[in-house]
Each structure stands twice: as structure tokens, then as C-alpha cells.
């Protein structure tokens, strides 16, 4: 099961920041927040992972609160290419024995003109 | 570029035909994974190799087999395809960013089963 939880939609203006939420509050200490995000019809794009403290990079910033409890995903300037569905995802240091991730239904992001 | 490719992007099947979906990647990662993803639900792992020579089940195995050909090519087969397996296949491999697995995902295999 996914140890996640996030908003099934939001819409955001393009231009404006889009702020995507996540709750985790079941995270255990040795486990990071990833984010990806699947544009139609493409696969799945890492977009930014944090343990901490924020980060941030290129595409975006990760804001973790300080009891890791929950993130938000910040696009600072959203364009109507960052259109997809986020998915937010905790997993431990080496990604399990496996590598694998457990991808839920995410929040699909629409940005308008 | 450095990433994951998968062939073929289309594929029309009727049940009971077999066919092979191919995965290669050019970034020297040990372990490939191939997932499944079916409308309204999350990407499900079907099999995944943590190095070239093993292979091992993920959470749907039934009705695929794998082929870790190298440490590059991981291939995909359906034996006898069934009407239930019409899906979009992602093959992936993980690496390392600031210490973390990062998976990077090829394209997608669309696959109907008539």
C-alpha cells in the first residue's frame, strides 16, 4: 500500500507557482521523499527526492516539514507543459532490495492558460 | 542521450500469440525492472533483475517471463497472451543521485490483446 497521500487534482495559472502537498506520516527515519511526475501517455520523470532538509534544483523545490511528516512540491512558475499527474513517494536510502517504488494515484495537475 | 529505450511503442496482439518486449539501457546500472500500468491505477512491478545473470518476481509475475540478456538488455515475453494483459509496460533502472535510487523510465510499450 502506498504510504501516501495526495489531493487527486489541482488546477494552478500559468505563471503562478504550483504547491503540491503530500502527506506522509508514517515516514520512518531512513526513508526519502521522491517526486515524480508522468506526462500523458510518457513515463514516469524523476523530478526531486529530499531526506531533511529542503532542496531544491532546476525543475523544483521540495519542502519537508521539520517533523517529516508531510512535503510540498513547488513548480515556481508553472507552464502549461507541467501539466501531468505528481506522484509522491517515500522509500528508504537503497530503494529496498529491489529498487522499487510504490507509485499510487498521485495528484493530476492542470495548468491553465 | 543516456537513458532507457524500449521497443516496440506499439503492439496489437490476439490471445493466445506471444511476443517479446525489448529494454535497453546505455547507463551501466546493475538492476532493470519492468512494471505495468493499467488505467485509474499506479505502475505495478511485473519482474526485476538486481544484476545481469538474476531475475526475480515482483507484485504481477503471472503470465511473464524475463530475460536478462546483459547488463543492458532486459526483455520481457508473454508466452500466450491474454485479453487481461493489455496495458502500457515500462521497463526502468535505477541509479544514484546524491545517494538515493533514482529510476529512470523508458517510453512505454503500448500493448492490446484482442
Known amino acids: 500500500d502506498a504510504k501516501t497521500t495526495q489531493p487527486p487534482s489541482m488546477d494552478c495559472a500559468e505563471g503562478r507557482a504550483a504547491n503540491l502537498p503530500c502527506n506522509h506520516s508514517?515516514?520512518?527515519?531512513?526513508?526519502?521523499v521522491y517526486w515524480y511526475r508522468q506526462i500523458h501517455s510518457q513515463g514516469p520523470q524523476y523530478i526531486i527526492h529530499?531526506?531533511?532538509n529542503n532542496e531544491t534544483n532546476e525543475m523544483a523545490s521540495l519542502i519537508i516539514t521539520e517533523d517529516r511528516k508531510s512535503s510540498t512540491l513547488i513548480l515556481p512558475h508553472a507552464t502549461l507543459r507541467d501539466t501531468a499527474v505528481y506522484y509522491c513517494?517515500?522509500?528508504?536510502?537503497?530503494?529496498?532490495?529491489?529498487?522499487?517504488?510504490?507509485f499510487g494515484k498521485g495528484t493530476k495537475l492542470s495548468v491553465k492558460p | 542521450n543516456a537513458g532507457v529505450t524500449q521497443t516496440p511503442k506499439f503492439q496489437v496482439l490476439k490471445t493466445g500469440q506471444s511476443m517479446t518486449l525489448q529494454c535497453a539501457q546505455d547507463?551501466?546500472?546493475?538492476?532493470m525492472y519492468w512494471y505495468r500500468q493499467d488505467p485509474g491505477m499506479g505502475l505495478r512491478l511485473i519482474y526485476y533483475?538486481?544484476?545481469?545473470?538474476?531475475?526475480d518476481k515482483g507484485e504481477v509475475p503471472n503470465g511473464y517471463n524475463v530475460s536478462r540478456l546483459n547488463k543492458r538488455e532486459f526483455s520481457l515475453r508473454l508466452e500466450s497472451a491474454a485479453p487481461s494483459q493489455t496495458s502500457v509496460y515500462f521497463c526502468?533502472?535505477?541509479?544514484?543521485?546524491?545517494?538515493?535510487?533514482?529510476?529512470?523510465f523508458g517510453a512505454g510499450s503500448r500493448l492490446t490483446v484482442l
Open positions: 508514517t515516514i520512518s527515519g531512513n526513508e526519502y
Open positions: 533483475s538486481a544484476s545481469e545473470g538474476t531475475t
Open positions: 529530499g531526506l531533511k
Open positions: 513517494i517515500v522509500r528508504d536510502f537503497y530503494g529496498g532490495s529491489q529498487g522499487n517504488l510504490i
Open positions: 547507463m551501466n546500472h546493475n538492476s
Open positions: 526502468a533502472s535505477p541509479g544514484r543521485i546524491s545517494g538515493a535510487n533514482v529510476l529512470t
